[in-house]
């Protein structure tokens, strides 16, 4: 099946600070969704997006899906960015295969 | 109003136990999702419903039997609780039955915990 690969693993910044989170997959996707779980246990939805670039405030996202992997920018991060940032997709029939998640702690 | 919802928050129980989750949502979608989220917060499949029929089950104990008695309610009932089944359980709607397509919406997540 689809294997999906979440870089870097955990991610410590300074309140203010900009990120890259990656998300390489291993095949053609039809879906790909980027979630937020914050400290509270909430999986929030922030992307859907199979290719392209998507903008939401101080979240943008870009999909490449020819080169497999898609990329979570995070500007003037905050602390309520803190928590876990999954990739998610689907390929072919299969159901919504996860990464294991970036650990993201925004520190003031 | 919440999308997807989930009933109980929180759930402790004893080993042996048998107890059920249930999860509704209002965005009138027709897949409805049952997903595990392991102490390493590894998130998992467990079934799909379309429209009231099951479409996808992982490899699943037969101790877990999905529920679906409309196409907006999935309840999940585990019988005979055992220590690991201790995790957070979500709930998941997307619009169609073309699965692997549409985004899809999570509920709050049950914390379930075996003793």
């Not at chain 1, 990464?99 to 925004?106: P, W």
């Not at chain 2, 129980?13 to 409805?32: A, F, P, R």
């Amino acid at each position: 099946g689809i294997q999906v690969e979440q870089s870097p693993p955990d991610l410590i910044l300074q309140e203010g600070a900009n990120s890259t989170l990656r998300c390489n997959f291993s095949d053609s996707v039809n879906n790909l969704q980027w979630f937020h779980q914050n400290p509270w246990g909430q999986l929030i939805n922030l992307f859907y997006i199979p290719s392209g670039t998507k903008q939401n405030g101080r979240l943008s996202a870009t999909t490449v899906a020819t080169e497999r992997y898609s990329l979570l920018y995070i500007s003037s991060s905050q602390t309520t960015d803190s928590g876990v940032y999954f990739c998610a997709v689907t390929s072919g029939n299969t159901p919504l295969v996860f990464g294991k998640g970036t650990r993201l702690s925004v520190i003031a | 109003d919440t999308a997807v919802s989930q009933t109980p928050k929180y759930l402790v129980t004893q080993m042996g136990n048998d107890k059920s989750i249930k999860c509704e949502q209002n965005l009138g979608h027709d897949t409805m999702y049952w997903y595990k989220q392991d102490s390493k917060k590894f998130l998992k499949i467990m079934f799909s419903y379309n429209n009231k029929e099951l479409i996808i089950n992982e490899t699943v104990p037969n101790r877990f039997s999905p529920k679906s008695p409309d196409k907006a309610h999935l309840n999940l009932h585990i019988n005979s609780l055992e220590l690991g089944d201790s995790a957070v359980y979500f709930c998941a709607s997307s619009q169609d039955v073309r699965v692997s397509y549409n985004e899809q919406f999570f509920g709050p997540g049950t914390r379930l915990t075996v003793l």
